[in-house]
């Protein structure tokens, strides 16, 4: 179909041929634009002898009736010509990364490339990979008057990267800003092909966990005031928009929200950020600080900036268990690596008050987190070992069906003689379970449940 025609995709066809269907038609689009641009670049003229048209003579299909992901991203956005051309150069490796190979042709005066073609390696993919640098030849050509106006496309705070719909990659610092890397994020890839919103899967680039849990607040035992600091956060996750920008409090108060969860092991710290995920409807994802650290100078900032960037604009709960690994203390600056290590907690400390989302830090110690943290944080919640009334609903709790229990266990007398967090009465009653397997029981045993308690003290070095 030609470009500038209106299109009306049928609703009735599966979501993924209707993002097929539009966009094959913006990918002719492009492709004329781009041939557009070589024969104007070149000084080629048309078959019928006459001059070539400027590039923005190529109209763009129309997407005013078109229900595809991609034209819902367009009109949402109200993207115009350069906005879209832009979008689909980041696309077209993923789909037709073919349609880029006449990019590779060599300047036979130069015995290489064309330097304003712009384009990087891959490690594998054998394909030209556009750069900031393609999007602006073909855009402005030799025209430096319009080369500077579509320079912002680029810039962090213009909405393509600012909602994380295109990222920007500066691999070498003191080379050309338009040389950076131009990419589309896995998320908007999912979404303009299969229609799905994508989870970030974990791994070395994306340090990071999704965790869910079945459980509810009834199977989580905590003391009133560590309730009350929960509730706040679920207010303001769930009323967030209403405070900033109804109230117009957005001008002084800064956005997010950032809390510091500390107590001993096994008090509920993860559970309960991820009950509070559930509770909101909120996707909480768990740091795993062991990939993020590095030994190696901005790695660590670079790990950290990546699990930011894609999440700035989801609203994501990022979750950072045992975090003083990471926002501890600053030290003395006696040598070059102190220093470093100084600027990786300045810059992680940025990162997190520009967040718009929730930051939990979840720390055993509270006097291992950085003064500079704790005096940004909206909260620090305190969860203490559980009470003895307390841990009795923590063991009944475990045990929804008392047919499971033998006659001679006693629950009342567990609770009252066997101080425990609510992680190792979990681990002793897997214990016991074990051993009724085991020993082909279909109840459990009050011996097995103290020889259960009675690993979980040894692991913390106490008998009682």
């Known amino acids: 179909m030609s470009p500038g025609v209106k299109l009306k995709v049928s609703t009735l066809l599966p979501v993924e041929n209707v993002n097929a269907i539009t966009l094959d038609n913006e990918i002719a689009w492009f492709k004329k634009v781009l041939q557009t641009r070589f024969d104007q670049y070149f000084e080629r003229e048309q078959k019928n002898g006459e001059s070539v048209n400027d590039i923005y003579a190529v109209k763009p299909p129309e997407l005013e009736f078109d229900q595809s992901e991609y034209s819902g991203i367009v009109r949402q956005f109200n993207m115009g010509f350069d906005e879209r051309l832009v979008l689909v150069l980041a696309l077209l490796p993923h789909l037709q990364p073919q349609a880029l190979d006449t990019l590779l042709i060599h300047n036979q005066n130069l015995a290489r490339g064309f330097s304003e073609f712009g384009g990087w390696n891959g490690k594998h993919h054998s ?23 579509i320079m912002p496309l680029f810039q962090s705070d213009h909405y393509l990267s600012a ?12 080379e050309p800003f338009l040389s950076a890397s131009l990419t589309l994020s896995a998320d908007y890839l999912a979404r303009f092909t299969t229609g799905q919103n994508q989870k970030p899967d974990f791994d070395v680039s994306f340090p990071a966990k999704h965790i869910t849990t079945e459980l509810t607040w009834s199977d989580l035992v905590l003391s009133p005031d560590v309730m009350d600091e929960v509730e706040n956060i679920i207010a303001w996750l769930q009323h967030s928009t209403k405070i900033m920008q109804h109230w117009k409090l957005g001008r002084n108060i800064k956005p997010g929200y950032r809390t510091l969860f500390y107590g001993p092991p096994g008090t509920g710290k993860t559970l309960t950020a991820t009950i509070i995920g559930t509770m909101t409807d909120t996707d909480v994802y768990r740091i795993d600080l062991s990939l993020v650290v590095s030994k190696y100078i901005g790695e660590t900032e670079k790990n950290l900036g ?3 960037d894609q999440a700035v604009n989801k609203n994501w709960i990022l979750f950072f268990d045992e975090a003083d690994a990471l926002f501890g203390k600053r030290t003395q600056t006696s040598s070059a690596h102190d220093r470093y290590a100084n600027q990786e907690v300045s810059y992680l400390l940025q990162r997190i008050e520009d967040y718009p989302g929730v930051v939990i830090l979840a720390t055993n110690l509270k006097a291992n987190i950085d003064e500079a943290f704790a005096r940004r944080f909206q909260s620090s919640v305190h969860f203490a070992l559980p009470d003895q009334e307390q841990r009795l ?16 266990v006693d629950l009342s007398q567990l609770a009252e003689k066997y101080t425990l967090s609510g992680g190792a009465i979990t681990n002793a009653v897997r214990y016991a379970a074990i051993q009724a397997i085991r020993m082909q029981r279909y109840v ?21």
């Open 306 to 308: 990546n699990i930011f």
């Open 163 to 174: 909602q994380g719909i295109i990222k920007i990659t500066h691999t070498s610092p003191g």
């Open 127 to 149: 394909g030209f990979l556009p750069t900031c640098e393609t999007a602006v030849f073909i855009l402005a050509g030799n025209d430096l008057s319009r080369r500077i106006r």
């Open 444 to 464: 459990f045993v009050q011996s097995d449940l103290v020889k259960g308690i009675m690993r979980e003290l040894s692991k913390e070095g106490r008998t009682q």
């Open 393 to 408: 609903r923590l063991w009944r709790g475990m045990f929804s069906d008392e047919r499971l229990l033998s006659s001679d």
